[in-house]
């Protein structure tokens, strides 16, 4: 089971790579197999390349991220973090609570999203 530490520094690994649009990185945090569910109720996308397609659709959009809270047990991590997405003329905040499982190494085995459009704020 991976140490809280490690699955701290890959969450904020995973923060850092995503407000640089490291699309690539990303999907390096994750296991070959992981599974993403964002937001909860959307279609489970699995392996690399579903994680590579997921990722590559916001990654040349102007983002900030910012981990709020974060809550470790055994091998998974609950987060309350921030998105904010720039569009030049209006900027927009997204507040997930995200779920991920972690293998042995701290990839990510499994990301959960909690958010839905009534919870994108403009700032």
Known sequence: MPSPEAITQTVNSYLTLLAKG?????????????????????????????VRAFYTAIQD?????????????????????????????????????????FDDQARVASMRAFWSPSDVRVL
């Open 61 to 101: 959009a102007k983002k900030e991220t910012e981990l709020a809270e974060i809550r470790i047990g055994g091998n998974e991590a609950a987060f309350l973090w921030h998105l904010t997405l720039d569009a030049g003329d209006s900027r927009t905040r997204i507040s997930p609570i995200s779920v991920m499982t």
């Open 22 to 50: 490291a699309t690539d990185e990303i999907v390096n945090l994750y296991t070959t197999d992981a599974t993403i569910e964002d937001p909860i109720g959307a279609d489970v996308l699995r392996g690399h390349d579903a």
